[in-house]
């Protein structure tokens, strides 16, 4: 089996910052692209950040360029999603997901491996 668990979600005041991580177990991450997903209530979800861990080519969608860090540590299995200057517009249920190539993108529709989510709450 493999799966992605993402954690690290919680209520925030805007401003603030948060450190998602997605742990991926039965795979191994430097085969894989993983990337950051949210969707708001009534949303459409939305590709947030993508890493290629092999070579950690990275990007980002345009409204969090500046604010979100994606990063992997691949000893350790795990990729994170490092957010900054959070406004209540980040409010959504974040996911992380994994996809066998070495590029990925934002499009959710390529990943076949996903985490459960974590929601992400901030406050005005």
């Known amino acids: 089996d493999c799966s992605a668990a993402g954690v690290g979600g919680g209520l925030v005041q805007a401003g603030g910052s948060l450190r998602l991580s997605c742990a991926a177990s039965?795979?191994?991450?430097?085969?894989?692209?993983i990337g950051w997903f949210r969707q708001a209530p009534g949303k459409e979800r939305e590709g947030v950040a993508w890493?290629?861990?092999?070579?950690?080519?990275?990007d980002y969608a345009n409204s969090v360029k500046g604010r979100f860090t994606i990063s992997s540590d691949v000893a350790k299995n795990t990729v994170f999603l490092r957010m900054t200057s959070l406004s209540p517009e980040d409010t959504a249920v974040y996911y992380c997901?994994?996809?066998?190539?070495?590029?990925?993108?934002?499009?959710?529709?390529?990943?076949?491996?996903w985490g459960q989510g974590t929601l992400v709450t901030v406050s005005s």
């Open positions: 039965g795979i191994r991450l430097d085969y894989y692209g």
């Open positions: 890493i290629s861990t092999n070579d950690g080519r990275r």
């Open positions: 997901a994994a996809v066998r190539s070495y590029y990925p993108s934002l499009g959710a529709h390529e990943y076949d491996i």
